[in-house]
């Protein structure tokens, strides 16, 4: 956790690794080029479809958001109401009040995945959003069921991550899956080579996918829908 907060602490000063992107997200007039734009364009309509227009901004829960949520422009344009959970809010709070960051849109409450439904009642959002974050989780079956949970009939689970990034990573502590599009679905290995399937047992269907292999450049873009 410490080594986390550190990394962030490098960025949200813009020294670090990338410090581009952290200021794009700092930057409200630049923050558009860090949101998903393909994806919610794609969902946003059918959100509209099912829900009614008038609903918007769409109620999002964000599991793992960091202290820069890349969704931090669909809140500035009213297109969703992001609530936002990741373990390490209380520290990213001290670095808001470090780097003078405190109007940041959205900013998590403490929490992780496998406790989002001591925090929400269930069926309380049109959509869940997860970047680079189940592959961090203890339980990963219980936190994607979670998730689901969360999101009421019709609405959408977006998820985007990098393929593996537990074996390229090395099993550190901070990477504890495999996350894979296999003929079983969308999966997770542990370090073990065992194989969970995250959506079985769950309502959801493919709605959308992307997916770069890991000899092209290891990302997934999925979206599933709760049926």
Not at 25 to 50: G, M, N, S, Y
Not at 112 to 117: I, Q, Y
Not at 135 to 161: A, E, M, P, W
Not at 208 to 222: A, G, H, K, L, T
């Given at each position: ?35 998903p734009t393909l994806i919610f364009d794609a969902v946003l309509p059918l959100l509209d479809e099912h829900f009614g227009a008038s609903g918007r901004p769409f109620k999002c829960v964000e599991l793992g958001s ?162």
């Amino acid at each position: 956790m410490n080594e986390e907060l550190n990394f962030w602490d490098t960025e949200l000063s813009l020294k670090g690794k990338f410090g581009e992107f952290t200021k794009k997200r700092i930057d409200p007039k630049q923050r558009k080029e860090e949101f998903p734009t393909l994806i919610f364009d794609a969902v946003l309509p059918l959100l509209d479809e099912h829900f009614g227009a008038s609903g918007r901004p769409f109620k999002c829960v964000e599991l793992g958001s960091g202290p820069l949520s890349n969704l931090a422009y669909g809140v500035d344009a009213g297109l969703i109401d992001v609530t936002a959970v990741d373990i390490l809010a209380e520290g990213y709070g001290h670095l808001y009040e470090k780097y003078n960051l405190l109007d940041y849109p959205v900013k998590p409450i403490s929490g992780s995945g496998e406790v989002l439904t001591d925090l929400f009642e269930g069926e309380t959002f049109h959509c869940a959003y997860a970047r680079n974050s189940l592959d961090h989780t203890q339980d990963i079956l219980l936190s994607f069921k979670n998730l689901v949970s969360l999101v009421k009939r019709n609405g959408y689970i977006i998820l985007q991550h990098f393929v593996r990034e537990g074996s390229r990573s090395d099993w550190n502590n901070t990477h504890q899956w495999d996350l894979e599009l296999t003929a079983n679905g969308f999966v997770a290995f542990n370090s073990k080579g065992e194989e969970f399937q995250l959506q079985k047992g769950c309502n959801v269907e493919f709605s959308y996918v992307f997916y770069r292999s890991v000899e092209i450049d290891r990302w997934m873009d999925i979206v599933l829908k709760k049926v």
